[in-house]
């Protein structure tokens, strides 16, 4: 086994903490992984990692020696496509993490334009909407909406998601239909419990330049965006949602906004990456990609 390759399977067991998730993700097996440390710690003369039954972690001469092989991993890939005529050349496997209902109806429908541009690239795609690892899970990039946790990763804004208040015809119906936030007091929500944190926020709006908000009542709580939308088309109460989130339902008549003038703050939608001094080429020309595709569908 070359350097490089016991460059990249170190690395990777690092940003994993594991051996058997660091070989899941390169398509080794545990024993190969293992192995290709311990060459490279023979080759260096020193113990880079620390292993223990249940985690593995850096010495502190690892975690120098990881910075030098991230860099040197990445400039020898940005090295072996410098000649490249069109960047079609471009391989390997991207893992991908991006909220579910932004995967089903944005990017899975739109990869085909991108595998066809870069036949060699293959997409690893994760979906969901709770928190995940990046490093732990060996995820080259991950898509997040709302506010970010300072987290040590790589921030790339991409815009602000706007939030509308929905309801069904038959709820306002039987309810009435809210004007204005003194309108509230009598109406009912769909509860919309974080999956990470379980919290159920108030709902919110931006009045005179102000956010306010207030507990609302409610019957249901669900932790997850396909369940919500299905509540509030059932005639459970309203609901705060991005408006692409339920443009399709707007459309044929089946949500009706409410309070247009009484808008919660915009989400802000972000691309992290772990931190790593170089993005590989297949990551960055994915991150365009990817940003033009949320702008074009999502902000415009």
């Given at each position: 086994m070359d350097r490089i390759d016991l460059f990249r399977i170190f690395a990777r067991v690092v940003e994993c903490s594991s051996f058997t998730r660091a070989g899941d993700t390169l398509g080794l097996p545990?024993?190969?992984?293992?192995a290709a440390v311990q060459e490279l710690e023979s080759r260096v003369g020193a113990r880079l990692l620390?292993?223990?039954?249940?985690?593995?972690a850096p010495t502190q001469d690892g975690a120098a020696f990881y910075e030098r092989c991230v860099r040197l991993v990445d400039d020898v890939e940005e090295t072996e496509s410098l000649f490249r005529r069109t960047e079609a050349r471009l391989s390997g496997i991207l893992r991908v993490d991006v909220p579910g209902r932004i995967g089903r109806l944005i990017l899975a429908p739109a990869l085909p334009d991108f595998l066809e541009r870069f036949p060699q690239i293959n997409i690893d795609l994760g979906v969901t909407d709770r928190?995940?690892?990046l490093i732990e899970g060996g995820i080259d990039c991950v898509l997040r909406v709302g506010p970010l946790i300072d987290s040590g990763l790589i921030a790339r804004p991409i815009g602000e998601l706007a939030l509308i208040n929905v309801a069904s015809p038959a709820y306002l119906e039987r309810n009435g239909i809210p004007e204005t936030p003194a309108d509230l007091s009598t109406h009912w929500v769909v509860n919309y419990a974080s999956p990470s944190s379980g919290r159920v926020e108030d709902l919110e709006w931006v009045e005179n330049g102000t956010l306010r908000g207030m507990p609302m009542r409610g019957r249901v709580s669900v932790n997850g965006a396909e369940a919500y939308i299905a509540c509030c088309l059932a005639g459970l109460g309203l609901i705060q949602i991005p408006a692409y989130d339920v443009q399709h339902h707007l459309d044929a008549g089946e949500l009706v906004e409410v309070m247009p003038d009484y808008r919660a703050?915009?989400?802000?939608?972000?691309?992290?990456?772990?931190?790593r001094q170089h993005l590989s080429r297949r990551l960055q020309v994915f991150?365009?990609?990817?940003e033009a595709l949320l702008k074009r569908k999502l902000l415009a």
């Open positions: 545990r024993s190969s992984v293992s620390h292993r223990t039954t249940r985690k593995v928190a995940v690892n703050v915009p989400m802000p939608m972000t691309l992290l990456y772990p931190h991150a365009d990609w990817l």
